[in-house]
Every structure is written in structure tokens, then in C-alpha cells.
């Protein structure tokens, strides 16, 4: 963690949340795409939307389980917000694994001649082994960046024409483990090891550094729209399911004893879904980022700019990140 982050995490332990659930304003008229939105920040950040107004549809590959989500948000916001307009909420099939699903659900939402004020690209997985998606890229790179670069791009006409939009890009202060990217490893070659397919970190680490290099690259490439924000930003290290420790097996003392103080750590250090998911809802809803003109820019808990690494902010970078993405998915997308 560079030092002016540690900082910026300080500063937000000390002093409080850069926002909250109540400075979010009416979202009325507006529609948003939440990809990811089943559960977890994904979720929270629908609920949210979908409380102040907003019309929201929950991109997710399964619908079984992004109706059981619907169910939940509409409860929910009965709950918590009673006063809140009757919550909008549709499913659209989005599957980031593959290039062509995902033109074709961006394709669907666009049948509809709706607006697109807020896009929050939210998935983002980390694997076990490696696997390739159905386009025979490393996965975590096809999900977490090749399938929001196709996804943003085929709505993006969209949402210039819904000004004043916002577009969200999820990544990870875990970008800062990666030393650039290595283009030669997203596809497997034969069965020489490769340290990118041999470490889950480095990959997850390589997909969020993309997140970062595809935010600020397309923030310059959009300069010019007057009412267009791009940002991306890291929303903390969250409690979830997923980062819960796990106990040991062992039941002597010790291990008990370690268990307690792993999981007081844990809960210490982890931001609750609630609080963490403020930044990206920040970014997408904050006039803040209107009158303070915050485009390409990177974003921690809660709601506080933060410095992304030296390779995240070097243009020749972005741009290189740029024109693979742009080769791959031409040669991956049937015309």
C-alpha cells in the first residue's frame, strides 16, 4: 500500500465516511445497470439506487438468482425506507465470460430506447485454479476487465445521449501488486507453467490493475462530453462471505485461541457491506462529483481520492490496455 493511501485510510478511520445513505439524492427518472447486483456490494448498491428512485437492472449471468435479489431489495427497501417509491427492478442476462453474451446483453437494453444515466460495473472474481473463459481468456481477466470493456462500450453511445451519466469501474487497492500487465499469459500457451497462471494473486492483481488502466483510458476519451464521469475506485477490504476466516480444525486451546484473535482482526480491519459500498454509490450519485468536475480519477473508503500505483496512472499504459482490448474483442466478437 503506497504511503498516500495509508493515509487516505487513516484519515477516513479517524474522521468518518466521506458520504452516506442520506446524501444520496432523488434518483428519480433515472436508470441504472448494476452488473454483479445478486449479492454483495453489487446488491447493496441496487438496493440503494433503487430506494432514492432510481429504475435499476440487475445485469447477472443467472436469473433464478437475480429474482431471489429482487425479492430482497424490495423487502428490504419496505424496511428500511418506507417512504421510498415502489422499487424498479428488471433482470437482464449478462454473461461476462463471453464476449458475444455480453455484446448481446447490452443489445437487449438498448432494444428497450431507454436513457443509461448510471453504469456501475461491479462483478469482479477471484478463482482457485486457472480456467479459461468460453473466448479461451484467462478468467479473471475476461470477467473482471474484457467483459465490462465490451459491455461499456456497447452502451456507451447510450450513454453519452443520457447526460449527465456516470460510469463506475470497480477495481482493488490489490492493483498495486502488479507489476503491469503481461499480455503473454492471458492465454494459455501449451502446458508450460507461467508464474500469472501459477499464482491466483497475481491474476486477480493483473484484472484490477485493467480496472483501473480501462477507467482513466476511457475517462480521456470522453474528456470532451461535458457531463460525462468516469471513475473507478477500491471499496475497501469488505466482509463478506468470502473474507470470513476460516476456523481450524484443530480444537486444542492455541487454535481456538488464534481463531478468536483472526477473527477480531477481521473485524476490525473489514468494512461492512453497508459502509463499504458508500464509495462507488459516492461516484455514481454524489453531485459532489458534478461541481467538482472528478473525472478518471481513483477512489478509496469511504469516499476519500486516493493515488492508484504508478503503473495505474501511466498513459502509454492505458493505452496499450486500450488497443489489446480493442484486438481481442474484434477477433472474439462475431460480426
Known amino acids: 500500500m503506497s504511503p498516500y493511501t495509508q493515509l487516505a485510510y487513516w484519515k477516513s478511520f479517524f474522521h468518518g465516511d466521506g458520504y452516506s445513505h442520506d446524501q444520496i439524492p432523488d434518483l428519480a427518472s433515472k436508470v441504472a445497470i448494476v452488473t454483479g447486483a445478486n449479492s454483495g456490494l453489487g446488491y447493496a448498491t ?11 437492472f440487475l445485469a447477472c449471468r443467472n436469473q433464478s438468482r437475480a429474482q431471489e435479489a429482487i425479492n430482497r431489495v424490495k423487502e428490504e427497501i419496505r424496511t428500511k425506507y418506507p417512504n421510498a417509491p415502489s422499487p424498479q427492478l428488471e433482470f437482464l442476462e449478462l454473461d461476462l465470460g463471453d464476449m458475444n453474451k455480453t455484446r448481446q446483453a447490452a443489445q437487449e437494453f438498448l432494444k428497450k430506447s431507454l436513457p443509461l444515466h448510471i453504469l456501475v460495473n461491479n462483478t469482479g472474481i477471484i478463482g482457485g485454479t486457472l480456467e479459461l473463459s468460453a473466448d479461451g ?6 470477467v473482471n476487465h474484457m467483459g465490462h470493456y465490451v459491455f461499456t462500450l456497447a452502451l456507451l453511445d447510450r450513454i453519452r445521449e443520457s447526460q449527465p451519466a456516470r ?10 501488486k502488479a507489476p503491469g500487465i503481461n499480455y503473454d499469459t492471458i492465454y494459455k500457451t501449451g502446458d508450460t507453467p507461467q508464474p500469472h497462471h501459477q499464482s491466483v494473486y497475481d491474476r486477480y492483481a493483473r484484472s484490477k490493475l485493467a480496472n483501473v488502466l480501462f477507467a482513466r483510458a476511457l475517462a480521456r476519451r470522453v474528456i470532451n462530453e461535458p457531463h460525462l464521469y468516469v471513475n473507478a475506485c477500491h471499496p475497501g477490504y469488505v466482509s463478506t462471505r468470502a473474507t470470513q476466516p476460516v476456523p481450524r480444525q484443530e480444537g486444542t486451546t492455541i487454535s481456538r485461541g488464534l481463531d478468536r484473535l483472526e477473527e477480531w482482526f477481521h473485524n476490525l480491519v473489514a468494512w461492512p457491506v453497508n459502509r463499504a459500498v458508500l464509495t462507488q454509490l459516492y461516484l455514481a450519485t454524489s453531485p459532489e462529483v458534478e461541481k467538482r468536475d472528478i473525472r478518471g480519477r481513483y477512489f478509496g473508503p469511504i469516499a476519500i481520492e486516493i493515488e492508484p500505483s ?13 488497443a489489446y482490448s480493442e484486438k481481442l474483442a474484434n477477433e472474439k466478437l462475431k460480426a
Request: no cysteine.
Open 137 to 142: 481468456v484467462e478468467s479473471e481477466f475476461a
Open 310 to 322: 504508478t503503473y495505474a496512472r501511466d498513459e502509454k499504459l492505458q493505452d496499450k490496455l486500450w
Open 46 to 56: 441496487t438496493v440503494a439506487l433503487a430506494a432514492h428512485g432510481a429504475r435499476v
Open 167 to 176: 460510469i463506475v469501474i470497480i477495481s482493488s487497492l490489490f492493483h498495486e
